[in-house]
């Protein structure tokens, strides 16, 4: 397979992101498990807790992929709703037969949706949720604009998504890693080297914690705070409409 000629560089464009993950939709689950050393089941469960949700709650979540954090805001949260959502029909297809098993007390759907530009009325619901998403969107500012309007007052955006260890000698190690393993693994698993290329690259040029933080405020968002896990493999951001 393979990417468009600068496909080594970490620039995300719409079409580059559909294609990888329209080929990579039946091996994705696959490939997180293996790269992550299954922590990204632990991220999902730290972020579900941060987004403290209610019974009442109405949840809506942005690039859902195979459905892996909407399942668990169901399983662990048990808001009113969770409405899943993506805009690459073969991952929400994975989601969908993921979720047929479910048979808790929160109503979930699907719907396909571009994150930068939700179908989806004013005020519409508590809380949004995007893991391992926002890295992917070229107008990350179009993205917040958006969720601002869709969340009602005080409601919560919770951003899981990789970012920058603080401490420069893990974060060397975890560089050399992404350098390295993930295009490795990603031929291995997915058969798919050029793709894990951009994750790896996508990763490294994305903006540090402090940096997306300056920027949901800049979008409008209040009471922005972050956790980093795993030393700052990934951060969990908080920002309140
Ligand atoms: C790395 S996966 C993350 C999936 C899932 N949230 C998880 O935690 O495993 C990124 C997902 O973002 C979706 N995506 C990327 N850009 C998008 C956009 N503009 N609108 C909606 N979905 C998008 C991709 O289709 C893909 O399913």
Redesign the pocket.
Known sequence: MSLAPDGSTGT?T?ER??G???R??PR??AF?LVSSFGL?RWW?RVAVHMARLTPDSEVL??????????LALARIGHPKSVLA????EE??EVAKRKASRYNGPTAMSFAH????ALPFPDASFDVVT????V????DRAA?FREVRRVLRPGGRYVI?EFSRPPFAPFRAVYHAYLRWAIPAIGALVAGDRASFEY?NASIRSFPRQEDLARELEAAGFSRVSWRNLSGGIVAIHVAEA
């Open positions: 995300p719409t992101v559909k990888i993950f329209s990579l939709a994705y689950d997180n990204d999902r979540d942005l690039a859902c992929g195979t459905g892996d954090l909407a959502t993506d805009f690459v991952m929400l949706a571009d994150a930068q995007i893991a391992f998403g890295r992917n969107l070229p993205n899981l994750l």
